[in-house]
């Protein structure tokens, strides 16, 4: 039997990435209306440039957000706070144009309908323990250690801004061997390449690769910082706008995507809560060992509380018929916008520290919970 090989590749950004920065300014002021008001609606997008930050959107809320504030206790807890970086949380301006909720979605939404059409997919596979794809872990992993050596000053030339990519040989849908990891880290100028090479592999790349994954006789191409330097980054070197970075948030390229970013929508939002919904779904089925990957399709239309349509893909890998699985999945779940809500505690503040390092496969997170695993193998039986 001949054997079947490919490369996947994902990658990662750090919190100090500029499309990073922007998504964690959205969440963060979702999180504080919520902490104040969770019944309240919030629509938040946010560009950062060169000195600037500015955020828009529609809001609708009981509490008073101090959104200048919010968006420079960001910037601080990233790391910008040094004018030389060109950004920072003491100098750049802040700019906000904000209204209310449009009445005409509000008339759907408040009776428990979906914030607006569109589709949402949930996946899960068995070739990790965190039910992920291994290119997007291991990427999300090389980006948070990253973040780690510079914060805990293992070294002191790092800058925020930084990412990741990782490429996995695969043999029959399995990962076999790390292929070539790429990692381009902001630094302070005039560091000798050689040095920050020698420490990013000792300190960031040792680190997190599993040496089960790695083959002596074929070990992996290494990049760092393939250009030679990377002095300026952030937002004085790349515009950052909220949900630039959807891949990134979901499976690394793995499965397929709506479309739909997550950060700065609150929870009536079907963008962001079905896609939740459906990767609890996706998870408690592979767990179950219902199947060794799920793919789940749910959509809305905008005001109808019940979804359009549910599809389930188990890549032939299922123990059940895909339309036996559909039905267990009606039984044991609530789709309804309000019922996803209730079911994952999304009123919450607790969207922020989703906004870096992926949404999904962190244990922290109520949609990664695998409680339903019994309820679905009783519905086998």
Not at 314 to 328: A, R, S, V
């Amino acid at each position: 039997m001949l054997k079947h090989k490919y490369l996947f590749t994902s990658e990662s950004v750090t919190e100090g990435h500029p499309d990073k920065i922007a998504d964690q300014i959205s969440d963060a002021v979702l999180d504080e209306v919520l902490r104040n008001d969770p019944q309240g609606k919030v629509a938040c997008e946010t560009l950062v440039t060169t000195g600037l930050a500015f955020v828009a959107g529609e809001i609708s809320t009981s509490c008073y957000v101090n959104i200048p504030k919010v968006v420079r206790n960001v910037i601080k807890e990233v790391g910008y706070t040094n004018a030389v970086y060109g950004f920072d949380y003491l100098t750049c301006g802040v700019i906000t144009a904000i209204q209310e909720q449009s009445p005409d979605i509000a008339l759907g939404v408040d009776k428990g309908g979906a914030g607006d059409q569109g589709m949402v997919f949930g996946y899960a596979t068995d070739e990790t323990p965190e039910f992920m794809p291994l290119p997007i872990i291991l990427a999300h992993k090389l980006v948070r250690r990253l973040a780690k050596v510079r914060k805990e000053k293992l070294v002191d030339y790092l800058r925020p801004d930084g990412k990741s990519q990782v490429t996995i040989e695969y043999d029959n849908g399995r990962p076999q061997r790390v292929d070539t990891i790429v990692i381009s880290a902001q630094h302070k100028p005039g560091m000798k390449l050689s040095r920050l090479k020698e420490d990013i592999k000792e300190l960031v790349i040792n680190k997190v690769i599993p040496k089960k994954f790695l083959d002596k006789n074929k070990p992996p191409k290494i990049l760092i910082n393939p250009t030679g330097r990377f002095e300026i980054g952030g937002p004085q070197g790349d515009t950052g706008l909220t949900g630039r970075k959807i891949i990134v948030d979901t499976y690394g390229g793995v499965g397929s995507h709506g479309g739909g970013c997550f950060s700065g929508k609150d929870p009536t939002k079907v963008d962001r809560s079905g896609s939740y919904i459906a990767r609890y779904i996706a998870k408690n089925i592979v767990a179950a060992g219902l199947a060794k990957k799920c793919e789940i399709q749910i959509a809305y239309a905008i005001g109808v509380p019940e979804p359009v349509s549910l599809t389930v893909n188990t890549y032939k890998t299922g123990k059940l018929h895909e339309l036996e699985i559909n039905k267990l999945i009606r039984k044991n779940f609530d789709l309804t916008p309000q019922g996803i809500i209730k079911t994952l505690s999304l009123r919450e503040p607790i969207y922020k520290k989703t906004a870096c390092y992926g949404h999904f496969g962190r244990r922290e997170f109520s949609w990664e919970k695998i409680d339903r695993v019994e309820s679905l193998k009783r519905g086998i039986k």
